[in-house]
């Protein structure tokens, strides 16, 4: 087991350039997220899915856009890349949503955007 | 809506002193909540959740909604245990499901 998988770790964007951040689960879960951390901000959710086909806004939604076609994979797209997403980018998956079926964190992607 | 509190950006503490790492929220409903870490160079990752009511690696950490507070606890801090840590509010309103996390604190553990 992978567990879950970012791609890339590092990425530099220029203000309005357009990329997909890959997040990958091996492990059958149904719940995936996008979280972005940022200092003095703690982590913030960005988009969820609880299922394939689902995908439902977060705290911070504007400027990104996600979608579930498969189980496995749930890749962040930002259309028009601003200086104000540079952040570092996690994704997470748990079993199901519940109390007992904790988050499972990738390693992150870190994003600078000049 | 929810939100969590970790007053503390930085906690220092000896090796061998007691560790509170505090936390409050504020939720309307009935609060599912956990304790995440950060290690160096490694993932984040569940410590404790309050439902389980259970001791990780020493920690404990019990819910109370008087004061409505999670504060993590540990009696003999190790250097193992300075990571960084967050704490998180779980909330469901309608199907929706949200994970709530604080700002988090660094706590560094001295020699």
């Known amino acids: 087991n992978a567990g879950v998988t970012q791609t890339p770790k590092f990425q530099v964007l220029k203000t309005g350039q357009s990329m997909t951040l890959q997040c990958a689960q091996d492990?059958?879960?149904?719940?995936m997220s996008w979280y972005r951390q940022d200092p003095g901000m703690g982590l913030r959710l960005i988009h969820y899915s609880v299922g394939a086909g689902i995908t439902d806004q977060g705290e911070v939604p504007n400027g990104y856009n996600v979608s579930r076609s498969t189980t496995e994979d749930f890749p962040l797209r930002l259309l028009s890349a601003a200086p104000s997403q540079t952040s570092v980018y996690f994704c997470a998956s748990s079993v199901r949503v519940g109390e007992d079926s904790p988050l499972h964190f990738g390693n992150g992607t870190r994003l600078t955007v000049t | 809506a929810q939100r969590v509190t970790q007053p503390e950006k930085l906690l220092s503490v000896f090796k061998g002193a007691p560790v509170e790492l505090k936390c409050n929220y504020s939720?309307?409903?009935?609060?599912?909540l956990f304790w995440y870490v950060q290690y160096s160079r490694q993932r984040l990752q569940l410590l404790l959740r309050h439902i389980s009511r259970e001791s990780i690696k020493g920690f404990t950490a019990d819910l109370n909604k008087g004061e409505t507070s999670f504060h993590l606890k540990k009696p003999f801090a190790q250097e193992e245990d300075s990571a960084m840590y967050y704490c998180?509010?779980?909330?469901?309103?309608?199907?929706?499901?949200?994970?709530?996390f604080g700002t988090g604190t660094r706590l560094t553990i001295i020699p």
């Open positions: 998180a509010l779980r909330s469901s309103n309608f199907g929706n499901e949200k994970l709530t």
């Open positions: 492990m059958n879960h149904e719940y």
């Open positions: 939720y309307s409903g009935s609060p599912e």
